[in-house]
T-cell receptor, first 116, second 115 residues
Framework: AQKVTQAQTEISVVEKEDVTLDCVYE???????LFWYKQPPSGELVFLIR??????QNEISGRYSWNFQKSTSSFNFTITASQVVDSAVYFC?????????????FGKGTHLIIQP | DSGVTQTPKHLITATGQRVTLRCSPR?????VYWYQQSLDQGLQFLIQ???????AKGNILERFSAQQFPDLHSELNLSSLELGDSALYFC??????????????FGPGTRLTVT
C-alpha cells in the first residue's frame, strides 16, 4: 500500500529564512508520481509540481526547489528567502501507475508559518 | 483559478439528509476525482470517473455515490448524513489519457456542515 509521511506538522520561520519541508513516501510500484500542493488560508489546493519516478532530476522554480531522492524515498521541498505569502499548508502526494487508478495519496500536510 | 468549478460553496444540512455536490472539470479534462478533507482523516481520495465511467474507488462510504454525465460534469451524492460527514469536499480534474499521467487541478471545494 502506498503511504506519504510529512513528519513536520508545523514549521514557523521568520521572513527571508530558507525552509525545507520533508516528504517521505512508500510504494511498491516502480512507476509512480509525486506531487506538492499548497493550501493557503483561503482553502483551495494549488498544484505546485509533479515528479515522475523515472526522473530524478531536481527542479528549481524561482524561490522554490525540489529534491527527489529515490534511494531514501524522499521528495523534499525548499523555499528560499521565504515570504509571508508563503504561509500555507503544504501537502505532498503520491500516485502509483499500476491498476489505472489515479487517486492521490496525501500526507497529513505541513503548516508553514512565515512571520514578518 | 484552476478552471474547475464546484457548487455550492457552502452547505449546511441536518443529520439523515441527502445532498448533491456538483463539479465541472476544466475544459478538455476527461477525468474527475472526488476527495474529502476532514480534520481527523486529512485529505482522502473517494472516487474517480473517466469519460463517464467509474475508474477507481478509494475510501468512499456506501452511503456516498457519484456519477459523471455526458457533458463530463460530475455529481457526488451523500445520503443518510452523519455529523462525521462534515468536511471540505474537493473535486479535481485531469486530462489523464491512456499511458500518460497528468497533474490534477482542484476546484475551490464545497464545505459541508452536518448539524
Amino acid at each position: 500500500a502506498q503511504k506519504v509521511t510529512q513528519a513536520q506538522t508545523e514549521i514557523s520561520v521568520v521572513e527571508k529564512e530558507d525552509v525545507t519541508l520533508d516528504c517521505v513516501y512508500e510504494t511498491r510500484d516502480t512507476t509512480y508520481y509525486l506531487f506538492w500542493y499548497k493550501q493557503p488560508p483561503s482553502g483551495e489546493l494549488v498544484f505546485l509540481i509533479r515528479r515522475n519516478s523515472f526522473d530524478e532530476q531536481n527542479e528549481i522554480s524561482g524561490r522554490y526547489s525540489w529534491n527527489f531522492q529515490k534511494s531514501t524515498s524522499s521528495f523534499n521541498f525548499t523555499i528560499t528567502a521565504s515570504q509571508v505569502v508563503d504561509s500555507a499548508v503544504y501537502f505532498c502526494a503520491l500516485s502509483e501507475e499500476g491498476g489505472g487508478a489515479d487517486g492521490l495519496t496525501f500526507g497529513k500536510g505541513t503548516h508553514l508559518i512565515i512571520q514578518p | 483559478d484552476s478552471g474547475v468549478t464546484q457548487t455550492p460553496k457552502h452547505l449546511i444540512t441536518a443529520t439523515g439528509q441527502r445532498v448533491t455536490l456538483r463539479c465541472s472539470p476544466r475544459s478538455g479534462d476527461l477525468s474527475v476525482y472526488w476527495y474529502q478533507q476532514s480534520l481527523d482523516q486529512g485529505l482522502q481520495f473517494l472516487i474517480q470517473y473517466y469519460n463517464g465511467e467509474e475508474r477507481a474507488k478509494g475510501n468512499i462510504l456506501e452511503r456516498f455515490s457519484a456519477q459523471q454525465f455526458p457533458d463530463l460534469h460530475s455529481e457526488l451524492n451523500l445520503s443518510s448524513l452523519e455529523l462525521g460527514d462534515s468536511a471540505l469536499y474537493f473535486c479535481a480534474s485531469s486530462i489523464r489519457d491512456r499511458g500518460l499521467f497528468h497533474e490534477q487541478y482542484f476546484g475551490p471545494g464545497t464545505r459541508l456542515t452536518v448539524t
